[in-house]
């Protein structure tokens, strides 16, 4: 679609993963209402689909997005979506980011029999392929056995028993796993929530629980109506907050493999900016000892991108200030 001014139908670029089809739904939806125009999903196998492996291995988080970024680039797809914090925290030149109102950021406990993370039993067996995650529940809990696991959110979901999906392959042998709360949401799986984690000793991954809807920027020129219809879905609010949060990652240069979690959000006009970096080596063997995590919080006035962007540098230099730089460069 480059000059058609009033298209029959509009095309989404996306991953064929069950959460990335239910997301892409959930944009599909809010664009019909928003232009009038029918929806098509597009499935494009990505990189991040293909290869195994831990996704620091894979290449980074470019993984799952550069396919469906080249989709829409060529002109194959009209409009992507991506999970944000799939994203990388580079511009892309040649495209503009719209960000719906997130979903609750937070990360949920999903374990076998409901309980909390607390009440686990000592030496529970839990499951994540999250440094971030790992290293923040044993900061919580140092008994608890962290299983690295892979996979989409049923296959996880079965090996701690709570998957309805038939799994005949997949071990049944943990006492629970830890998932964005936000995904299962989108999937219809909120009934296995045993707890959704704190965010005082769980921060979320930069940009978890924001939709990424990206669009070529020559549409503006090229279809100013349907452009500022699809503008209608971005939410400033949380546009600010998870630039913010990106921008902690950033400016520390921390791959996908650093333990480091940042949430954000806008209140009274204030933006209430929190990260956390975290020792690697509390994830890489118990036997290694583990320093004490660096955590920082700050509360400043946010009107545009670059009062966001400029709390998120200042944070992170905070960070390295109180000794982060050793996690980074662990």
């Known amino acids: 679609m480059a000059t058609n001014q009033n298209p029959s139908s509009l095309t989404i670029g996306t991953r064929g993963s069950a959460l990335a089809l239910a997301q892409s739904g959930i944009i599909a939806k809010l664009i019909e209402q928003a232009t009038g125009t029918a929806v098509e999903l597009v499935t494009i196998k990505t990189q991040g689909d293909v290869l195994t492996g831990s996704l620091a291995n894979m290449g980074g988080t470019g993984v799952f997005v550069t396919a469906i970024r080249n989709a829409l680039l060529e002109g194959r797809v009209d409009v992507a979506v991506h999970s944000l914090k799939d994203l990388p925290t580079a511009p892309q030149e040649g495209t503009v980011i719209i960000t719906p109102q997130r979903e609750n950021a937070q990360d949920a406990l999903c374990s076998r029999h409901g309980e909390i993370l607390d009440l686990l039993p000592p030496g529970a067996r839990i499951g994540t392929g999250s440094p971030r995650r790992a290293a923040q529940l044993l900061a919580a809990r140092p008994d608890l056995e962290i299983v690295d696991i892979r996979g989409n959110v049923d296959t996880r979901l079965a090996r701690a028993g709570l998957s309805t999906a038939d799994k005949p392959d997949t ?20 009934h296995v929530i045993s707890e959704l984690l704190p965010l005082a000793g769980m921060l979320p991954a930069p940009g978890q629980g924001a939709l990424a809807v990206e669009v070529r920027d020559s549409l503006a020129d090229e279809d100013p109506g349907l452009f500022s219809s699809l503008m209608s879905l971005h939410h400033v609010p949380t546009f600010l907050a998870v630039t913010a949060e990106r921008a902690v990652l950033r400016q520390l240069e921390a791959g996908c493999a650093a333990p480091l979690g940042a949430y954000g959000h806008i209140a009274g006009g204030e933006l209430h900016l929190t990260a956390v970096a975290l020792d690697p080596r509390s994830v890489q063997s118990s036997a290694l000892p583990s320093r004490p995590a660096v955590r920082r919080e700050a509360r400043v006035p946010v009107s545009s991108v670059d009062d966001a962007v400029a709390a998120g540098v200042a944070l ?15």
């Open 316 to 330: 992170a230099a905070a960070l390295l200030e109180g000794g982060a730089s050793e996690f980074l460069d662990a």
């Open 171 to 190: 071990p049944n042998d943990l006492d629970a796993v830890v998932l964005a709360n936000a995904g299962l949401r989108r999937l219809g799986r909120a």
